[in-house]
């Protein structure tokens, strides 16, 4: 008997995280939008998501403006990251930050770390 399988969905996962990667033939600097959660929750999804993009030659670009939710973890994955792509020469350059990824990075004192400025992103309180 041959059956055929159903495709089927694990309830409450989340869908595939959103990487953008910038066309090679404009030769525009690669991107990456980060989800609007990063915490130790997440941490699965944003290690597959800060590790999927190949940014090769191009400068790293961060668009963190959809940031709602980050904890210690999920600053700890960045600047992970962000050393990583720094022993390859290639700094971190942030497109846009939230304000609370802003707050947060500043709260723990790694802002600096991150290549955050306090100007970027939002109002501080």
């Known amino acids: 008997m041959n059956r055929a399988r159903k ?6 996962k989340a869908a595939t995280p959103v990487v953008k990667v910038a066309p090679v033939a404009e030769r525009a600097p690669a991107g990456l939008k980060l989800e609007f959660s990063c915490t130790l929750r997440d941490s ?8 999927a993009v190949d940014f090769g030659d191009s400068d790293v670009i961060v668009d963190g403006s959809a940031v ?3 904890d210690t973890a999920g ?5 992970s990251f962000a050393k990583y792509q720094a022993t390859r020469g290639k700094p ?3 497109a846009a930050a939230s ?3 802003l707050r947060s990075s500043q709260q723990l ?3 600096g770390m991150l290549g955050l400025e306090e ?3 939002g109002s501080e309180p």
């Open 7 to 12: 495709a089927t969905r694990r309830p409450g």
């Open 44 to 51: 699965l999804d944003m290690q597959f998501q800060l590790l």
């Open 68 to 70: 709602e939710r980050i």
């Open 75 to 79: 600053l700890q994955m960045l600047l």
């Open 92 to 94: 971190v350059l942030w």
């Open 99 to 101: 304000p609370e990824l």
């Open 109 to 111: 004192g790694l802002a």
């Open 119 to 121: 100007s970027r992103g």
